[in-house]
């Protein structure tokens, strides 16, 4: 059974950080791309980063480049997602993705599994 929890939201203050997890499991996570995908209250999900199975290529949303960084270590099964100087527009919640084709992805149609998800709240 595939499992991605998320963990690492909270609450924090304009201009803070955050570094969120994604702990993947029954998978063969180092063939898989991994995606991070927000969503905020009335707003449909949104794509935020993605690295394909190396860690070699990474996407960014407009929004977030610059200030987040994705990476991944395939011996812990993790994706990481640092997230700095953070708005009150990066409020929602979270959620990590699975892509089996390893390749480095925005589309959220191309992504197999899903985490729960955590909630970020960023206050001004």
């Known amino acids: 059974q595939v499992q991605l929890v998320e963990s690492g939201g909270g609450l924090v203050q304009a201009g803070g950080s955050l570094r969120l997890s994604c702990a993947a499991s029954?998978?063969?996570?180092?063939?898989?791309?991994m995606g991070w995908f927000r969503q905020a209250p009335g707003k449909e999900r949104e794509f935020v980063a993605s690295i394909d199975w190396l860690g070699g290529i990474t996407l960014y949303a407009g929004p977030v480049k610059g200030r987040f960084t994705i990476s991944r270590d395939n011996a812990k099964n993790t994706v990481y997602l640092q997230m700095n100087s953070l708005k009150p527009e990066d409020t929602a919640v979270y959620y990590c993705?699975?892509?089996?084709?390893?390749?480095?992805?925005?589309?959220?149609?191309?992504?197999?599994?899903w985490g729960q998800g955590t909630q970020v709240t960023v206050s001004s």
């Open positions: 029954g998978l063969t996570f180092s063939r898989y791309s």
């Open positions: 993705a699975a892509d089996l084709r390893g390749t480095s992805s925005i589309g959220p149609n191309n992504y197999d599994y």
